[in-house]
């Protein structure tokens, strides 16, 4: 269990714990495309605290320990943007984190939000069959046999502590690598991908709309260029196909242009944008 109460009174207005399963009915627009694929994303990095609260239709809380922005912010799938969000700013100052809201690009500016300084995130997606065609390109990147995959359904340690130190400043360290281990096996089924090179990526199959969803993408500065990133996406992607998935997500940071790149040169195009801001007059 996490170490702090995941829901409770905030404000004077309660929220209420949810699953995953509730959140699509609950959207003002369950057919929206848009929301729909942000509802997978979350389904692929679930944190230990889910709610939400009557005050802010269609939004979900978050917490996890402080573990990354996408674990520890508000939610708001869709365009419609609550003028008031101060149920959401007391509850991550109770648990003495900022109060982040996590809204699509295309939603309208509110007065109650600032973006923060990140890059904005491109949300892309390709079909899974696509990105597992073994595709030989110029310079042999994407389609090199000498790059050895190896998956597994645990992660590794590597990838458990580089996790666990995003954890909030003062958690012990057994319980960090604890958290980090829960939450990157949050999703109904996951694979690892690495290489004897030092990479390593991630593969969760959400249960939403045939989704799976790649993230934790990461090669050594030594080990850069030589199409250990291609070769782990399309392992992945082959993974994804066999567990039934038919469409790969991802996100990754609009001025990334390196890893940008090398998801177009794969098959992925933007879906949507969406950004991170801080919910402004938070309580201290």
Do not use: Q
């Given at each position: 269990m996490s170490a702090v109460n995941p829901v409770g009174p905030v404000g004077g207005r309660d929220w209420a714990p949810l699953t995953v399963g509730e959140l699509i009915p609950r959207l003002p627009?369950?057919?929206?495309?848009?929301?729909?694929?942000?509802?997978?994303?979350?389904?692929?990095?679930?944190?230990?605290?889910?709610?939400?609260?009557?005050?802010?239709?269609?939004?979900?809380?978050?917490?996890?320990?402080?573990?990354?922005?996408?674990?520890?912010?508000?939610?708001?799938?869709?365009?419609?943007?609550?003028?008031?969000?101060?149920?959401?700013?007391?509850?991550?100052?109770?648990?003495?984190?900022?109060?982040?809201?996590?809204?699509?690009?295309?939603a309208p500016a509110a007065p109650s939000l600032a973006p923060t300084p990140d890059p904005r995130v491109l949300v892309m997606t390709a079909p899974v069959e696509v990105v597992a065609a073994p595709v030989p390109r110029r310079g042999g990147g994407a389609g090199r046999p000498d790059v050895v995959v190896a998956l597994d359904e645990d992660p590794s340690h590597d990838l458990i502590a580089r996790t666990a130190q995003r954890a909030r400043p003062g958690s012990s360290g057994e319980e960090a690598l604890r958290l980090a281990r829960r939450l990157l096996t949050s999703a109904p089924a996951q694979r690892f991908a690495s290489t004897p090179a030092g990479g390593a990526g991630r593969l969760a199959v959400t249960g939403i709309d045939g989704v799976a969803v790649l993230d934790g993408l990461f090669v050594p500065p030594r080990a850069r260029r030589r199409g250990e990133a291609s070769a782990m996406v399309r392992a992945l992607a082959g993974a994804a196909g066999a567990l039934g998935a038919r469409t790969m997500a991802l996100e990754v940071e609009r001025d990334n242009a390196p890893a940008v790149a090398c998801y177009l040169a794969l098959g992925f195009r933007t879906h949507h944008e969406h950004l991170y801001c801080a919910v402004l007059g938070a309580p201290a």
């Open positions: 627009e369950p057919d929206d495309p848009v929301a729909v694929l942000e509802i997978a994303l979350l389904a692929a990095w679930r944190p230990d605290a889910l709610a939400g609260s009557g005050a802010l239709p269609g939004c979900v809380l978050r917490e996890h320990a402080g573990m990354t922005k996408r674990a520890n912010s508000l939610l708001v799938p869709t365009r419609r943007v609550p003028a008031d969000l101060s149920p959401a700013a007391g509850f991550y100052a109770r648990r003495r984190l900022p109060a982040l809201a996590m809204v699509r690009a295309d």
